[in-house]
C-alpha cells in the first residue's frame, strides 16, 4: 500500500490548523469564560461570607442591645418598684402625721372645751357658793360674806407663824411702795381700817397700804410686798371641787365596769367652816 505523503502532510497540516483555531477560537474563550465564572463564583462567595459576617454581627448587636434592653427594663422594673416603695412610704408618713395633728387637734379642743366648762363650772359654783354663804351668814348670824372674809383675814394676820411674819415685814420695810391689799370685792371703809390696824399691829409698825379690787382672787384677800405675800380666799375649796369635778367627767368618759359597793351611812350635815389656808410666798 503506497502512502501519500502530500495527503498526510496536508491532513497533518489541517489538524494543526484546526487545534489551533480551536484553541484560537474555542477553548480559550472556555478557559476564560470558566475563569470569569469561578472569579464571580469567588466574588458571589466572597460578598456571601461578607453578608454572613454583617448578619452575624448584626444578630449579635440586636442580642447585645436586647441584654441591654433587658438589663435596662430590670433597672427600670427596680427603681420604679424602690420609688414606689419610697412614695408609699411618704403618703403613710404624711397620712400620720396628718392622722396625729387631727389627734392632736382634737384633744387640744376637748382640752379647751373641758378647761371652759371647769371655769364655767367654776364661776356657777363661786356664784352659788358666795349667795349660799351670803344668804347663810345673813340668816344666822347677820354678817354679810364680805365682812365675814374681811374678818377672817385679819384673824389670819395675827396667827402668822414667826417666820412668815419675819419675811413679810423685811418685804414690807424694803419696799419703795405702799404694800398692796387685793380684795375680791370692794372693802369698806371700817374693813380696811380693821385691815390696816391688824397690819400695824402684825408688823410692829406704821405700814403704808392701798387697796385695789381684784375678782380673780375668787372671794378672799391679799397682802403683797416686794414678791412676797399672804392671802386668805375661797380658791382652795373650789380647786377641790373643781378636780373632783374633772375626775367626775373622766369617769364619765370612760367608764369601766365595776361591781355595786353597799353605800355607806351618810353623815348628818353640817354648815362648814372657812379654813384658813396660809399662801406666804
Do not use: C
Request: proline share 4%.
Amino acid at each position: 500500500m503506497l502512502i501519500d505523503w502530500f495527503t498526510v502532510g496536508a491532513q497533518a497540516l489541517n489538524f494543526l490548523i484546526l487545534v489551533w483555531l480551536m484553541k484560537r477560537f474555542l477553548y480559550q474563550p472556555i478557559l476564560h469564560a470558566i475563569d470569569e465564572r469561578e472569579k464571580r463564583i469567588a466574588a458571589e462567595l466572597a460578598d456571601a461570607t461578607a453578608k454572613q459576617a454583617a448578619a452575624q454581627k448584626e444578630r449579635d448587636d440586636f442580642k447585645k442591645k436586647n441584654e441591654e434592653l433587658d438589663g435596662q427594663r430590670a433597672a427600670l422594673i427596680s427603681k420604679a418598684t424602690d420609688d414606689a416603695k419610697i412614695e408609699r412610704q411618704r403618703l403613710l408618713e404624711e397620712a400620720r402625721k396628718a392622722a396625729d395633728a387631727l389627734t392632736a387637734k382634737r384633744q387640744e379642743s376637748f382640752k379647751r372645751e373641758q378647761q371652759n366648762l371647769n371655769e364655767q363650772i367654776t364661776r356657777r359654783t363661786q356664784d352659788e357658793v358666795f349667795a349660799i354663804a351670803r344668804k347663810a351668814l345673813t340668816d344666822l348670824a347677820t354678817t354679810s360674806l364680805e365682812e365675814r372674809i374681811s374678818e377672817v383675814f385679819t384673824r389670819h394676820l395675827h396667827a402668822m407663824d414667826d417666820s412668815a411674819k419675819s419675811v413679810l415685814g423685811e418685804a414690807i420695810k424694803t419696799a419703795s411702795d405702799a404694800a398692796l391689799v387685793r380684795s375680791a370685792f370692794e372693802l369698806s371703809a371700817d374693813q380696811r381700817a380693821a385691815i390696816q390696824n391688824a397690819v400695824n399691829e402684825t408688823f410692829s409698825a406704821d405700814v403704808r397700804l392701798r387697796f385695789e379690787t381684784a375678782p380673780d382672787l375668787i372671794s378672799g384677800i391679799e397682802l403683797s410686798a416686794n414678791g412676797q405675800k399672804v392671802a386668805w380666799s375661797i380658791a382652795g375649796y373650789l380647786t377641790d371641787m373643781g378636780k373632783s369635778v374633772g375626775e367626775l367627767m373622766q369617769a364619765q368618759a370612760k367608764p369601766e365596769a365595776a361591781e355595786p359597793k353597799p353605800e355607806a351611812a351618810e353623815p348628818k350635815p353640817q354648815a362648814p367652816e372657812p379654813k384658813a389656808d396660809p399662801n406666804v410666798q
